[in-house]
């Protein structure tokens, strides 16, 4: 436990001397360490690595208990102390889930889709204050920007409220399909531009199709080329209207979901991905070599301000600051279907919490909690977005 303070009071006193960003509401301090440097992957000695082991398995046993079906990953200074994949990718044909399983990331999607548009953003190919007519001038709901989408502040309607009953039932909505919808229909707000915080998957497929707009490539193809590719990630991939044929269900109980009409739209979802495959883009995100550490910060910053708390939504992800206990907490949770998912990020200890079920359990959500073995806390934390898309 001596080396941990250590370790710890070094990454707090790198991340305050070299870029920390203040977040004004809570006076916490979130470390953000420069591109390339390596001192918080400090490595972990055998017998740290043993005690972390010993301690989360024990955690994942209690927490996530027997049923379990999914994979799991738990990393300190990105290293890998604990992993396990548990049940069936297809339990009809009783394929075994492996760590080259790729599952449903959900709403952990949209992490990727955020982070891109910001990338796209620091190589000057859009404005974070461009209206979304300059890429579809028909669109018809005007004062909403790329920000206001990137901050779920745009205050547009939900379009899995309205697109199941609106679209053919067996077929398959697209997104631009849900974009000549809403032109065509001209579905209600839900608030005004910037009015207030309301989580709305239509930012994050309008974000997917504006990136399609400006790099003129497909967003599954653009991804994989310029995001999956180069950060390693190998077994991760856009779902998309040309894979129906390969679709792969989760489950309820030991039923599957068949696809419905909102199975092939993205940005908001539909990336699949493994646990290793999310630790590599956590490494990417510490290390700063996808976007730059100013970004990451502004990232980070709190949106949703229209009350105070330490629970916030910044671009593209969930925050939690305590400046109390010093928690920094960014996160981004996800569920779609079966698929019930956790990606939690202790930043301040280091500490990521990769969780992909692709068979329901509310549990899944709970997986936070063997933060306390890292934290040396109890944790009380009632993180945001578990049951959502």
């Not at 067996?170 to 809403?182: L, W």
């Not at 990136?211 to 999956?228: A, C």
């Not at 077994?235 to 696809?259: E, Q």
């Not at 890292?374 to 934390?381: K, R, S, V, W």
């Amino acid at each position: 436990m001596k080396a941990s303070f250590i370790l710890f009071s070094c990454f707090v006193f790198f991340g305050t001397s070299c870029g920390a960003k203040k977040n004004k509401k809570n006076n916490a301090i979130i470390p953000l360490p420069v591109k390339g440097d390596s001192s918080i992957f400090h490595p972990l000695s055998p017998s740290e690595k043993k005690y972390y082991h010993d301690r989360v398995e024990e955690a994942y046993h209690k927490i996530l208990g027997p049923y379990f079906n999914g994979e799991i990953l738990v990393a300190k200074n990105g290293q890998i102390v604990f992993e396990d994949y548990k049940g069936y990718a297809d339990f009809k044909a009783r394929t075994l889930i492996t760590p080259e399983t790729q599952l449903h990331l959900a709403s952990t999607s949209k992490t990727f889709t955020g982070m891109t548009v910001l990338h796209l953003w620091e190589e000057g190919k859009l404005s974070l204050d461009d209206y979304i007519q300059k890429y579809f001038p028909a669109f018809p709901y005007p004062g909403i920007t790329i920000h206001m989408l990137l901050s779920h502040r745009s205050g547009l309607p939900n379009y899995l409220d309205f697109i199941e009953k609106g679209f053919p039932k067996k077929g398959h909505a697209t997104n631009q399909d849900v974009i000549d919808f809403m032109i065509r229909n001209k579905p209600p707000r839900a608030n005004l531009p910037d009015r207030a915080f309301q989580y709305c998957n239509t930012n994050f497929i309008l974000l997917a199709s504006i990136i399609e707009k400006v790099t003129g490539m497909s967003y599954p193809k653009f991804m994989k080329d310029s995001v999956f590719t180069p950060l390693g990630l190998s077994h991760t991939y856009v779902f998309s209207i040309k894979d129906t044929a390969n679709y792969i269900p989760t489950y309820m109980g030991n039923r599957p979901y068949l696809m419905t009409n909102l199975d092939c739209t993205y940005g908001d979802k539909n990336i699949y991905s493994t646990v290793r495959d999310l630790l590599k883009w956590d490494r990417s995100l510490y290390m700063h070599t996808f976007i730059k550490a100013s970004t990451l910060a502004m990232a980070y910053e709190s949106q949703s301000r229209e009350h105070a708390s330490m629970h916030n939504y910044g671009l593209a992800w969930r925050t939690y600051f305590n400046s109390k206990t010093g928690d920094s907490i960014i996160y981004h949770n996800g569920y779609w279907h079966g698929s019930n998912n956790v990606f939690t990020r202790y930043v301040k200890d280091t500490v990521t919490i990769i969780v992909l079920g692709n068979k329901y359990s509310p549990r899944n959500y709970s997986a936070k909690k063997i933060g306390e073995v890292f934290t040396g806390h109890a944790d009380a934390i009632n993180l945001q977005g578990g049951p959502e898309p």
